[in-house]
């Protein structure tokens, strides 16, 4: 017998089910387009048309027995052709889509893979826009939610300060490693003052550098990248959806978390501080603008 769903399928639809579980949704593979909005009658193309009744989207999550958002993964298969065709589709229909790939599934933070997150994303998107959405000097960020419905801890998003916080104990119980510009404060326990990172976005890509002072000028550092790919969001919703920086910072403190372990373990050499610099730059000149950053020195 031939599969229903591909590994990668499969494993979207599992993340799919374990964010159903707690938020009163349901997870559906491969349903059929043309069962999820109506098209006779629509005036979308005839070749569109045909599509929408023989394509189906790989993972669909509805919510009160309408489509909620539409996850598609990309692996060996599909068809650029087809992949316009869907996203059209959900253009026209309004029909939430993230497109994913195996690095999403891979990318994960205390438990929530990128998918998971993406799936949490849209929750809290419409949560803060029934709550904020008149208000044009509330700024919507996830790192913000004290608290989510099905989320076992508070600030559930909080994903760098919590790789930061686990650096806390055996920082400062190693304090006499690190020099006068942040032993003392090492030594209670207070690493954000010696805290550096900086983000930048272009479009749906996200990059960041997480760093920890060591000494003067000298860090452990991790950096990473994530893009999402949207469909099918009105304005306002697809550009807050877009906000993945905690998610691409939690990702880059979690290497920086290591490479502090391994410091401590005399594993690691520090970085010049400068590497921060350099890379913002690099990011810069390639298109790329700053979103978000702390104790950075002007590059």
Request: proline share 3%.
């Amino acid at each position: 017998m031939k599969p229903l769903l591909t590994q990668g399928e499969n494993s979207v639809l599992e993340v799919a089910k374990a964010v159903c579980d707690v938020t009163e949704t349901t997870p559906f593979a491969k349903m059929r387009i043309a069962d999820v909005v109506r098209i006779e009658g629509s005036g979308i193309s005839d070749d569109l048309y045909r599509y929408a009744l023989s394509a189906h989207f790989d993972v669909l999550i509805a919510k009160h027995n309408k489509a909620f958002l539409a996850i598609e993964f990309d692996g060996a298969g599909h068809a650029p052709a087809n992949d316009a065709k869907k996203a059209l589709l959900c253009d026209r229909f309004g029909i939430p889509m993230v497109r994913v790939t195996e690095k999403h599934l891979d990318a994960k933070q205390f438990g929530d893979t990128a998918v998971g997150f993406f799936i949490w994303q849209l929750f809290c998107v419409d949560a803060f826009l029934a709550e904020y959405g008149s208000d044009s000097y509330e700024r919507y960020d996830p790192y913000f939610f004290a608290s989510i419905p099905g989320k076992s801890r508070n600030w559930p998003f909080a994903y760098s300060e919590r790789w930061r916080a686990r650096l806390e104990r055996p920082f400062r119980a190693a304090a006499d490693k690190f020099d006068s510009s942040v032993r003392d404060f090492y030594a209670h326990g207070i690493l954000q003052f010696g805290t550096i990172f900086s983000t930048f976005h272009k479009g749906l890509e996200c990059c960041s550098v997480y760093a920890q002072r060591v000494g003067r000028d000298q860090i452990i550092f991790g950096e990473a990248e994530l893009a999402v790919e949207i469909h099918g969001l009105a304005q306002r919703r697809f550009e807050l959806f877009g906000e993945i920086a905690t998610f691409t910072e939690g990702l880059a403190a979690e290497k920086m978390y290591r490479q502090g372990m391994a410091f401590l373990e005399g594993n690691c050499a520090p970085t010049s501080e400068e590497y921060i610099r350099l890379k913002s730059r690099e990011w810069k000149a390639n298109g790329f603008k700053l979103s978000k950053a702390l104790n950075v020195k002007p590059w």
